[in-house]
């Protein structure tokens, strides 16, 4: 194995700038990387493998121990890099509208009201048709894409036609629900960068 990244310690997106950082300077066809924590194991994972390495993973101890590999002419990194050109090509080219839910509750002034709120806009928000592109979730929003969420069906039927769901790594982990997540991905400060600026549109709902 090659050239070995401890990225343990370090907070969402650290550890995948880290990375991103060694793949585009250096061009690495084998890497390692150490994380301690399961959201930053999934986003690096899913960071190599859209920039075309083969990821596979082991625990030792409170350690993840990822092992990335390209293809023996290095194509991988380009094909990974041409993809996601690729993908960006297409992204401009047609209107996507990015939500972003910063909480359980939609507004302020009544908790309770403010939950029927919400569901009935995450219930609701499918009328956007083709345009829905991403729902991100951030802060306690996370909550809403776990197993006792009252719009988990719906999240999954979303995603099942197509839309991208996040959510936050930190914010999963500040609230102790990293295990309980059960739609979506889990993403980083990065990532959510990305998205923000390859949007047509941003929809903050708290």
């Known amino acids: 194995m090659g050239k070995t990244i401890d990225a343990c310690g370090l907070t969402c997106p650290a ?23 399961e959201a930053s194991l999934e986003n690096v994972t899913r960071f190599l493998v859209s920039r075309g390495y083969s990821v596979t993973d082991n625990q030792e101890g409170e ?3 990822i092992e ?7 194509s991988g990194v380009n094909a990974g890099k041409a993809q996601k050109t690729e993908e960006n ?7 996507k509208i990015l939500v972003m839910v910063a909480s359980d509750c939609f507004g302020s002034g009544d908790d309770v009201l403010g939950e029927k709120l919400m569901i009935s806009y995450l219930k609701t928000i499918k009328e956007m048709g083709s345009d829905l592109w991403q729902i991100i979730f951030v802060n306690g929003g996370v909550k809403l894409t776990t197993e006792s969420s009252p719009v988990l069906e719906e999240l999954q039927e979303y995603e099942k036609t197509g839309v991208i769901i996040f959510a936050c790594g930190t914010c999963l982990e500040h609230f102790d629900l990293t295990a309980n997540k059960k739609v979506g991905g889990t993403t980083n400060m990065l990532d959510i960068v990305t998205a923000t600026q390859l949007a047509d549109k941003v929809i903050t709902i708290s």
């Open 63 to 65: 350690v993840f121990r």
């Open 89 to 95: 090509r297409e992204e401009a080219s047609s209107r």
């Open 68 to 74: 990335a590999r390209c293809d023996q002419n290095g």
């Open 15 to 37: 550890p995948v700038l880290l990375v991103k950082d060694v793949v585009e300077k250096t061009n690495e066809q084998e890497i390692a990387v150490l994380v301690d924590n």
